[in-house]
């Protein structure tokens, strides 16, 4: 990953850069966001797009290096019934 790529991107689109959920990694930011058509990874130079049959790794993971991923703009909240969902809940 470029160091400078994220910020020429965030530069060029800030409506996107303060709501795509981002996290901080030793290489560099990761923006996260869905696509209605079917993305394949590939290498940009200055970054890579991770598609179908990519894999991302997420806070509060730990690199190998030592390095912690967090978030420095947050996933959103779900909608109320997913934790309904999720959760393991008392049927009684």
Same mark, same amino acid.
């Given at each position: 990953?470029d160091p400078?790529?994220?910020?020429?991107?965030?530069?060029?689109?800030?409506?996107?850069?303060? @709501?795509?959920? =981002?996290?901080q990694?030793? +290489?560099?930011?990761?923006?996260?966001?869905?696509?209605?058509?079917?993305? *394949? &990874?590939?290498?940009?130079?200055?970054?890579e797009?991770?598609?179908?049959?990519?894999?991302?790794?997420?806070?509060?993971? @730990?690199?190998? =290096?030592g390095?912690?991923? +967090?978030?420095?703009?947050?996933?959103?909240a779900?909608?109320n019934w997913? *934790? &309904?969902?999720?959760l393991?809940?008392?049927?009684?």
């Open positions: 990953d400078t790529a994220y910020c020429e991107w965030s530069t060029k689109h800030p409506q996107f850069a303060k @709501v795509l959920p =981002t996290v990694s030793s +290489r560099g930011p990761h923006v996260y966001f869905t696509s209605e058509a079917t993305l *394949t &990874t590939a290498d940009h130079g200055d970054g797009l991770r598609g179908l049959g990519g894999y991302a790794i997420l806070p509060p993971s @730990v690199h190998h =290096t390095h912690p991923y +967090r978030w420095t703009v947050p996933l959103p779900g909608p997913s *934790t &309904t969902i999720i393991p809940h008392d049927d009684n």
